[in-house]
């Protein structure tokens, strides 16, 4: 329980808010994402605790009667929070993590939520590496990374023939060597061999710039793939829970959410941003490249969030981190400009999309690299959410409110007790 302090500054902790409200603890979560409560951590930083006057006016008028939003579906998860312009993984804030873990550290506490879990060797198997890349043979050239993954993650399947072990050994043990595989099987193009002990960001590296890495820009990347790990349910996440509620495989769960990644409105508005970016060939041109597309009626991509209305925190984490890597780059001269006249004319802060367009410009990542980032990192969420749904008991199963013509009687009787179905 919480201590006197804690109680006259205002803020009681969950237990006690759920016991005021008569709700489940997981209820005041969604109470939060909805902005219903108000919610912040303790200075422990293990539990959280929710504003008490707020509370009390909530118990008294009584639950909040809206259902979820449109296209919105509540499921309990204890994997990500999100929190006023950052999320929580398990409990933990990003950016600290960002500021110095290892991805693959990060993606063993999403996955377990012990420490060291992502310690065990990352490492692709050779068959499906073999098999991925040699389907990729007949591709076009030019093609964008994301497209790429979308076929290696179905060779890398078809080459595993433990992919049906679901226990929760297995499943991480999978996903360790899928997401080894999904970097391997991209084409390299830096010639630089690469060494066996490297983790999964200089691994990517080699996929997506040409030129060696720095340690400043290198830091940047291992950060971008800690920040866009998981986004609680973002629409692929969505995706993906649905596939592993009816015990689809994980290769088959993160197929399904690379489908969805690579929408223009998800994680495909990584690759508008990087085009942005591009149009912007000196400072002086970033008030005529966003003009033109207000003129013309399109959204500025890269900025604006539909979670974070105040700022993405990922974002301004990712960007100061490229800002003291590379000093006085011209790319990144590009990028302030552009941030300057969206400021000017009032458009929503930068988000996570336009930091890591902002990476990819500066270290002279290859056209799509910035979905490709998105694909990778997120692969290690969808596979945290595969391992909760695996542990259900019943399939996701929303239902349709019908708004179709009426129906006969017949059909709008309630059937027979005993009738099959």
């Keep these: ?55 009390e006016e909530l118990a008294r008028r009584g639950k909040p009667r809206r259902g979820p939003g449109p296209g919105e579906l509540a499921i309990e998860s204890a994997i990500t929070a999100l929190g006023g312009d950052r999320p929580y993984y398990r409990g933990r804030d990003v950016l600290g993590l960002a500021e110095s873990g290892t991805f693959e550290d990060v993606a063993g506490w999403l996955w377990t939520g012990r420490d060291g879990a992502g310690e065990e060797p990352w490492r692709a198997r050779d068959e499906g590496v073999a098999a991925a890349v040699a389907a990729q043979s007949g591709l076009p050239e030019g093609l964008l990374p994301l497209d790429r993954l979308q076929l290696i993650v179905a060779a890398l399947a078809a080459a595993d023939p433990l992919r049906h072990h679901l226990d929760p050994e297995g499943v991480t043990g999978t996903a360790r060597s899928l997401i080894a595989g999904l970097v391997e099987a991209l084409p390299a193009v830096n010639p630089r061999p690469r060494l066996a002990e490297e983790g999964v960001a200089a691994r990517l590296w080699g996929r997506l710039c040409p030129r060696p890495p720095e340690a400043g820009t290198l830091r940047a990347l291992e950060a971008a793939l800690i920040l866009l790990a998981d986004h609680e349910l973002a629409a692929s996440t969505l995706a993906a829970r649905v596939a592993a509620s009816v015990r689809a495989d994980p290769y088959a769960v993160v197929a399904s959410g690379l489908g969805v990644l690579s929408g223009p409105l998800h994680g495909g508005a990584s690759y508008g941003a990087e085009r942005l970016l591009a149009e912007v060939a000196a400072p002086a041109s970033a008030a005529q490249v966003i003009g033109g597309r207000l003129r013309a009626g399109e959204r500025v991509p890269g900025f604006g969030h539909v979670v974070y209305k105040s700022g993405d925190g990922r974002a301004t984490l990712l960007l100061d981190l490229v800002r003291a890597a590379a000093p006085g780059h011209p790319r990144l001269a590009a990028a302030e400009a552009v941030l300057d006249e969206a400021s000017r004319r009032r458009l929503p802060t930068a988000n996570i999309d336009f930091a890591v367009a902002v990476l990819g410009a500066v270290a002279g990542f290859v056209p799509g690299a910035g979905e490709a980032v998105f694909a990778v990192a997120r692969t290690a969420g969808w596979i945290a959410h595969a391992l909760e749904e695996y542990g259900g008991a019943h399939p996701l199963r929303p239902r349709a409110v019908y708004t179709g013509p009426p129906l006969p009687d017949a059909a709008s009787a309630p059937r027979r007790p005993g009738r099959k179905r």
């Design 1 to 55: 329980m919480m201590g006197a302090d804690d109680q006259v500054a205002g803020w009681i902790d969950a237990a006690a808010a759920a016991e005021r409200l008569g709700v489940k603890p997981a209820t005041l979560y969604a109470y939060v994402s909805r902005g219903v409560l108000r919610r912040r951590h303790a200075p422990d930083g293990r539990r959280s605790l929710f504003d008490a006057a707020q509370v």
